[in-house]
C-alpha cells in the first residue's frame, strides 16, 4: 500500500506539473498577443508615416522638376524667337534658298553663303541651347541646317524623315505661330528631343520656319 500510495502520488504531481506547464504556457501565449498586437499596429504606424512621407517628397521632387522643366522650355522658346527677328536670320533663309534653288545644295554659290553665315548661326545656336537649327522654307524645304542631318535639303513633307521634326513644322505653318513638340521613345531609357519652332516674318510677311 505503501509503494502504491507512493506511485499515485508521483503520477498525481507529474499531472500536476504538466497542468501546470500548459497554464504557464497558454499564459505566455495570451501575453505575448497583446504584444504583437501592439508590435504590429506600431509597426504598420511607421511604415504608414514612411509611406506618406515619401509619398510627400515625391510629389516635391515633381513639382520642382515641372517648375524646372517650364522655365527650361519657357527660355528656349524666348531664345528661339528672339532668333527669328534677327535680320542676319532673315537674309540667311533667302541667300541660302536662293543659292540652293538656282545652283544646287553642293554648288560653290551656296558654300560662299555658308562660308558667310554658319559661324553666326553656330555661335548664336550654342548661346541659346541648341543641338541644331533648321531654316525650313513655307513648302518644306530645309534650305539649312546647323549639322547637315538627314533632313538637309529635304522636304519635310517627306514621311521618311524625323516624325516629330516634321510634325512640329506642320504644325508651325498650319498656325503661323511657335511651337514645341516633344518627341517620343519606344522604351524608359529612350532619348527624348524637344523640337522649337518660330515663324520668321518679314515686313508682315511669313517668310520662312526656324
Avoid at 35 to 41: Q, Y
Avoid at 154 to 174: A, G, H, Q, R
Wanted: glycine share 6%; hydrophobic share 40%; aromatic share 12%.
Amino acid at each position: 500500500m505503501v509503494c502504491g500510495d507512493f506511485e499515485m502520488k508521483k503520477i498525481s504531481n507529474l499531472k500536476f506539473k504538466t497542468l501546470r506547464s500548459k497554464i504557464m504556457s497558454f499564459g505566455m501565449v495570451l501575453g505575448l498577443i497583446p504584444l504583437l498586437i501592439v508590435g504590429s499596429t506600431l509597426n504598420w504606424i511607421f511604415e504608414d508615416i514612411r509611406l506618406k512621407e515619401v509619398n510627400s517628397l515625391l510629389i516635391k521632387h515633381t513639382q520642382n522638376v515641372s517648375v524646372a522643366m517650364e522655365g527650361f522650355i519657357s527660355n528656349k522658346r524666348i531664345s528661339l524667337e528672339s532668333m527669328a527677328f534677327m535680320p542676319a536670320f532673315k537674309s540667311a533663309y533667302i541667300e541660302y534658298k536662293d543659292a540652293m534653288n538656282n545652283h544646287g545644295l553642293y554648288s560653290s554659290a551656296y558654300q560662299d553663303v555658308e562660308d558667310k553665315y554658319v559661324d553666326f548661326i553656330a555661335s548664336v545656336t550654342e548661346q541659346g541651347g541648341f543641338r541644331d537649327v533648321l531654316l525650313v522654307s513655307n513648302d518644306g524645304l530645309v534650305v539649312f541646317s546647323l549639322l547637315q542631318d538627314e533632313s538637309h535639303g529635304k522636304n519635310l513633307f517627306d514621311s521618311s524623315l524625323n516624325e516629330s521634326l516634321s510634325k512640329t513644322y506642320i504644325m508651325t505653318i498650319s498656325k503661323i505661330e511657335g511651337q514645341i513638340n516633344i518627341s517620343k521613345v519606344d522604351s524608359y531609357e529612350g532619348v527624348r528631343f524637344i523640337y522649337f519652332s518660330s515663324p520668321i516674318f518679314k515686313d508682315g510677311v511669313y517668310l520662312a520656319t526656324i
